[in-house]
Structure formats: structure tokens, C-alpha cells
Nanobody, 115 residues
């Protein structure tokens, strides 16, 4: 069964950096557009960034210039490099893979930006 597992979250000070990873259980994910979403307490889940199977990327305006999404299809893994983190980036970050008929989600990893 296809599965996504996030890692790399944690507590970081404002201005700091973190790198999130999303490991996919099957090679089929290399065919899918994948993305990162986040959900803060009391807020709706929102798009952070997506990357197509060919590597085309898309970012939310709030993270442009600070976050970089990438993928390594040989490792079935997607990454989110987050720099210049702000308190408003605090949220649970979810990995997503969009297949032709099914949307897959990871369990989420907490990112907290606080001094």
C-alpha cells in the first residue's frame, strides 16, 4: 500500500532553517505531482509548494524566496528546505501526492518557530 512519511520537523528560532523530508513507499510516486501543505491551529490547510514529476515548482506567495521544494525520484523522497523561518510558519506540515484518482497524505510533522 502506498504510504507517505514526513520527518524533519521541530522547534527553531525565528530566522532559522529546517529541512523536511517526505519518503514515499513506492516508486509509483515519481509519476505524481507532490506537494507540501500546512495547517496552523484554528486555520484551514493551505498549500505551501508543489513539484511536478518533471520538476516544475509552484509556491505560495508567503513562502516564495524562503522555501525550496525538491524531489529525488531515485530515492522516492521529496524535500522542503525552509529558510528565514517566521513565527507565522508555525504549523503541522503535510506531504501530499496527487495521483490520477487518489490523493495521498502523510501523517504530518510539527514545525514550531519561536524564540
Amino acid at each position: 500500500q502506498e504510504q507517505l512519511v514526513e520527518s524533519g520537523g521541530g522547534l527553531v528560532q525565528p530566522g532559522g532553517s529546517l529541512r523536511l523530508s517526505c519518503a514515499a513507499s513506492g516508486s509509483i510516486f515519481r509519476l505524481y505531482t507532490m506537494g507540501w501543505y500546512r495547517q496552523a491551529p484554528g486555520e484551514q490547510r493551505e498549500l505551501v509548494a508543489t513539484i511536478s514529476s518533471s520538476g516544475r515548482t509552484n509556491y505560495a506567495d508567503s513562502v516564495k524566496g524562503r522555501f525550496t521544494i525538491s524531489r529525488d525520484n531515485s530515492k522516492n523522497t521529496m524535500y522542503l528546505q525552509m529558510n528565514s523561518l517566521k513565527p507565522e510558519d508555525t504549523a503541522v506540515y503535510y506531504c501530499n501526492a496527487q495521483g490520477p484518482f487518489t490523493s495521498y497524505w502523510g501523517q504530518g510533522t510539527q514545525v514550531t518557530v519561536s524564540s
